[in-house]
């Protein structure tokens, strides 16, 4: 379990990695230095606003900052190409795992999906069912990453575990009888937005993934059910 727990974690935080030996500035002189970043997202916006702003040069450094997706940031980090990489951590931990060695720095988005995770196994009620739900959406997302990165395995076992807090959520609102349309609501846009995703991959990849979205339609009668009778069908009927 707690290769499992970690893994969110790790996928969540968005870290820059430095390859060891770091580069040391002269006393005289700035240092060149290359920085990629993995997303062109308001993630890095300190990155770009101390590069533009001169803060790196005032500190003996003349950075270039380039866009790298994070399945070549990596790669260019330990090839040497950059010297600090901001990718996320999961990139890192994989590259950890293969005997590179990096040391991770910071983190530019400090949201934890761990402490989701945490959270909503000690909840109980609307708040488990908040939590739940939360956690499932962040994991699709990473379930993306996955598919983008070409990783199917590791993917479909975060829809895997995406399902797992759909059905904890689902079933904390209709045991508690609270959150009830708020939670049909969020999983009909998680039920979207997996179906989105779904088809955009190869064919034989879709199968688990959209008998998964088939399965959110089924807990989302069930909510509807809940609050207004056996006969209620789930609105945005896939």
Request: charged share 20%; hydrophobic share 45%; glycine share 6%.
């Amino acid at each position: 379990m707690t290769q499992r727990v970690q893994l969110p974690l790790l996928a969540a935080a968005l870290a820059t990695a430095v390859l060891l030996p770091a580069v040391r500035a002269a006393a005289a002189d700035a240092t060149a230095i290359t920085i990629s970043h993995s997303q062109k997202t308001v993630d890095f916006l300190p990155l770009w606003i101390a590069s533009d702003a001169g803060y790196f040069k005032e500190h003996g450094i003349n950075p270039t900052v380039n866009y790298l997706p994070a399945q070549e940031g990596m790669p260019a980090l330990l090839s040497g190409q950059v010297q600090i990489a901001g990718n996320g951590a999961s990139d890192a931990a994989s590259a950890e795992a293969q005997g590179a060695k990096l040391k991770v720095v910071l983190t530019l988005t400090p949201i934890y999906t761990f402490q989701f995770w945490a959270r909503a196994d000690h909840a109980s009620g609307a708040e488990e069912a908040k939590l739940c739900v939360e956690y499932a959406q962040a994991e699709l997302e990473y379930a993306n990453d996955w598919f983008t990165k070409g990783d199917v395995d590791q993917a479909q076992s975060a829809i895997s575990s995406v399902m797992e807090y759909v059905r904890k959520g689902t079933d904390a609102a209709k045991s508690s009888g609270k959150r009830l349309k708020q939670t049909e609501i969020e999983l009909r846009k998680l039920q979207k937005r997996m179906k989105d995703i779904a088809e955009s991959l190869n064919l034989d990849d879709r199968p688990p993934v959209l008998k998964s979205v088939d399965e959110i339609e089924q807990l989302r009668a069930g909510l509807l059910a809940a609050m207004f009778g056996a006969q209620a069908e789930p609105r945005g009927k896939s």
